[in-house]
């Protein structure tokens, strides 16, 4: 007896994620780094998920702003998928673009975004976070689909290195 429970369990384990792993989404991410006019404009990530219904691409980029940081959060259709995206959102552990960034707005070619200065520690809190702790997009499509995924935590090594020394050149004050 204690040995068919023992095969049936091994089986359950064997079996359970490969029926899981089909419907599960696949997030990669990746750094970026906006250039204009040969110097440093943005910093952040993009992230693209693939599995399940549909696919997307989030990212978010910081900007200089005078002396402030100004956060991006932008979502676009995926080449795969297509389907129009409606607005982003994304949240960290104590931070809610939803409740601190004004309603996404359409910039064209299935662009949407939502922008906002974060004053003092808000900004380097939010970084923080979505670098050490991750975060959670939730893209709403026009056909009222929501596109919801977590990013890693923490974010891969590449990504975290990439964006702080983007970061550290956005804010630099000195000219090459």
Known sequence: MRRHMRIAAL??????????????QLVTVEPVTLMENGEIAGC?????VTGGTSSAIGEVIAFRD?????????AR????????????RLATASHDT?????PSRNLG???VETRTVLEGF???SFAQELMVMGGRFEIITTAGETIAYDLPRPMPHR?????????????RPEAD
Not at 161 to 171: H, K, M, R
Request: proline residues 6%; contains cysteine.
């Open 11 to 24: 089986l359950a384990l064997v079996m359970v994620p490969a029926a899981a792993a089909s419907a599960e």
């Open 44 to 48: 952040g990530l993009t992230s693209t």
């Open 66 to 74: 005078g002396y402030s940081t100004a956060f991006a959060v932008r």
């Open 77 to 88: 259709p995926s080449p795969a998928n297509g389907e129009a995206i409606k607005s982003v």
């Open 98 to 102: 939803a409740a601190l960034f004004p």
């Open 109 to 111: 070619n299935g662009l």
């Open 122 to 124: 808000s900004g380097s």
């Open 159 to 171: 990504v975290r290195q990439a964006y702080l020394n983007c970061a550290g050149d956005l804010f």
